[in-house]
């Protein structure tokens, strides 16, 4: 029995479900219509579990486990809402808030923000926290689009469609902490930089960190499903070799 | 190589030490080397050589006193009585040599009293005891025995079960049971397998693995090897700080030596076993300590942690099974295979078994390196070992763990040290950095060093940590400053919770313990500072001026 074929039963937030062996419990629980935010996940880009929010409470296992990378096991017990998550969830979102210059009335990516749903659907009324109201840089040199750091919230989705989808690795971070940055090339104006204009890093950032200029004034929503579509055609002309 | 071959080595070097009456030994730890031990030796060896007596001047590594250096250790052949002396310039050379064969020199030795008392050297055995350079001299204390031993006379299984039957835990920080992580990486399926030490050693006030690598690095390289068979490892890598450069070059000689010897390399001591072992290099990231992190830098990565599992076990460097231990843990696994899994599970407590090594430092009157069975309570540590407080201070906490650790009152002073113990009390036994502070230091200021350096020191990826930390030190930095109200403190407190149960690795998880544990035993501190404006220890300025600069002359004074 190969491993892509082991079935699992396990049960979330009370309910039975199946799985295979191979999925994660954030797959398995959207597969059975259980929402569990996210942040830096996004169908398609491989998974760095690095925004925190779909921590969940595995029974037995003091630690609390992002479920984006938490593969199934068989007969486990999983939380994905509590009060304690709750807790933990809306502070975290407090957090990018907080960190850099969030101002939704003048923000390209208004109404169509992830990070503003996302503190919209957890409940998140006001920061309890200083803004630390950075002046970060905001970097026009590209003919199409445009990097705004002061959006930023790190989730590096950019650098890793960029490296493992488009395959140019244009995008990276740099420096450490609360001084990271996300930059084009070694650190080169993005107009620059090898950067192939193919526009997927604009599509895949959750907020209006990366805009098209075009879309300046106008309603910038985002499309990132491409990336699910991209990944069934190229599994499917793969298979047609 | 076979043990009669080590045996023959052996007796050459101590047929060449017979041949001196004296044995003039100068301390080349980076502590005394900063004091410039290295001219002293050359001082000492042209005088020596004037003289015409027949003595032997050499370097070895550290002798553990790093207050009382350039340390001197004069070891006369027909005596069993060796003399210690400390603060010795190369002014003072001709006045020793001289004495040799005299009264020793009153005025350089060493004031020890309780230094020495109930000390054990199992890691530090050879340190300040041999050339760390020389192989031979290693070898003439008993190395390699325990590779030839494993390698001839075990197999990688006994191995393994020694290891767990001595009840070893690993030295970093963490205390997992070796034997059961080298069990696992056996077990774990792989074309290749690594072999990694964690020689990155970042904690401020932490300087064991530096002295183990700088005075003793062929054991290090033997406990390596000794791995490499347990698991079934070709390849090792030494991951070590680019901050210790003689660590580095002395374990890049040793690694040389062990080639030569053929203790490294093709078919070692003539069996199918092969292994080698690569120097990388840390480039100054505290993260990279972390063991996903320090695999995602020596594939070239930027360093950062992954999520676990999987774990290094099962999928580390390149994707592989890796073992990765910290270098003391590596240093002591000769003597348990050398002398047994029992008598090693003799020394110290229930659970935590054998010795440690840890580096004291802060206020206190004997500064350096010591090595003592667990279970020995912290008071012996601080005020036995340690001299106590300098100056007629008074104590008021000793700060174990580095950023991921607490500040211990003197009301748990009789605790043992233990794993759990420290844990116990809002600590951990983390690498083994022991920062001893008086009544001059501020707790909360203390708190706010550690958070800056866990805010610097974050790597970025995760939230909670990257922006965590920052928001923590800036109520902190507020609190400092007398600027802080209540509202404050309970935020600080929430964001203590969230960022230990939320971030992805170590560093998150633990860079709240310094705040929750002066919170535990020096709330009032924190209390003073924002309803009085008050700072008891003088530290903080409370809102006349900048605290910022006082908080890192606190810690490493």
Known sequence: ?????????????????????????????????????????????????????????????????????????????????????????????????????????????????ELQSLGQSQGLTH?????????????????????????CILCTRCVRVCGEVEGAHVWDVMGRGIDSIVITDLCDPWGESSCTRCGKCVQVCPTGALFDKSKVGSPHPKYPEFLTNLQVMREASREGL | MTSEELLQIAETVQAEHANFDYEVNVCMGTGCMSQHSDKLKATLTKEATAS????????????????????????????????????????????????????????????????????????????????????????????????????????????????????????????????????????????????????????PGAFMDRSVLESDPQRVIEGMTIAAFAVGASKGYAYVRAEYPLAVSRLTASLREARRRGFLGNNICGTAFSFDIEIRLGAGAFVCGEETALIASIEGLRGQPRPRPPYPAMSGLWGLPTLINNVETFANIAPIIRKGADWYAGIGTEKSKGTKVFALTGKITNTGLVEIPMGMPLRQIVFGIGGGVPDGRKFKAVQTGGPSGGCIPDEHLDLPVSYEALTNVGSMM?????????????????????????????????????????????????????????????????????????????????????????????????????????????????????????AAAEVTA
């Open chain 2, 430 to 550: 983390g690498s083994g950095g022991m920062i001893v502070m008086d009544d001059t230091s501020c707790m909360v200021n203390v708190a706010r060093f550690f958070m800056e350096f866990c805010m610097t020191e974050s790597c970025g990826k995760c939230i909670p940590c990257r922006a965590g930390t920052a928001q923590m030190f800036g109520i902190l930095s507020k609190i400092c400053d007398g600027k802080a109200s209540h509202a404050d403190l309970d935020l600080l407190i929430d964001l203590c919770d969230v960022v230990k149960h939320t971030s992805l690795c170590g560093l998150g998880m633990t860079a709240p313990n310094p705040v929750l544990s002066t919170l535990r035993y020096f709330k009032h501190e924190y209390l003073e500072h924002i309803d009085h404006q008050h700072c008891r220890a003088g530290v903080c300025a409370c809102g006349t001026k900048d605290a910022s600069q006082l």
């Open chain 1, 127 to 151: 920061v309890r926290m200083p803004y630390r109201n950075p002046q970060l840089e905001v970097d026009a040199s590209h003919e199409r689009f445009v990097v705004d750091h002061n959006r």
């Open chain 2, 52 to 203: 015409g007596k027949h003595c032997h001047v050499r370097q070895t590594g550290c002798m553990g006193l790093c207050a009382a250096g350039p340390l001197v250790l004069v070891d006369p052949k027909n005596s069993d009585k060796d003399i210690l002396y400390g603060g010795v310039h190369e002014a003072d050379s001709y006045e020793l040599i001289a004495s040799l064969d005299a009264k020793p020199v009153e005025r350089l030795l060493t004031r020890l009293e309780h230094y020495f008392d109930g000390q054990q050297h199992i890691v530090l055995e050879n340190s300040g005891h041999i050339d760390p350079e020389k192989i031979d001299e290693y070898i003439a204390r008993d190395g390699y025995q325990a590779l030839v031993m494993a390698l001839t006379e075990m197999d990688p299984q006994s191995v393994i079960d020694q290891i767990s039957k001595s009840g070893l835990r690993g030295r970093g920080g963490g205390g997992y049971p070796t034997g059961l992580k080298w069990g696992t990486v056996a077990k774990a399926i792989g074309p290749q397998k690594y072999v990694i030490c964690n020689g990155d050693e970042g904690d």
């Open chain 1, 1 to 113: 029995m190969s491993v892509a074929t082991d079935v699992k039963t396990l049960v979330i937030d009370g309910i039975n479900v199946s799985a295979r062996a191979d999925q994660t419990i954030l797959e398995v629980a959207r597969e059975n219509n259980i929402n569990i935010p996210t942040l830096c996940h996004l169908d398609g880009l491989s998974d760095v579990g690095a925004c925190r929010l779909c921590l969940v409470e595995v029974k037995g296992s003091p630690k609390l486990n992002p479920s984006c990378v938490l593969k199934v096991e068989e007969g486990m017990e999983v939380t994905t809402s509590s009060d304690r998550l709750k807790h933990y969830r809306q502070t975290i979102l407090e957090l990018p808030f907080a960190e850099r210059n969030h101002v939704c009335s003048v923000c390209v990516a208004n109404g169509h923000c």
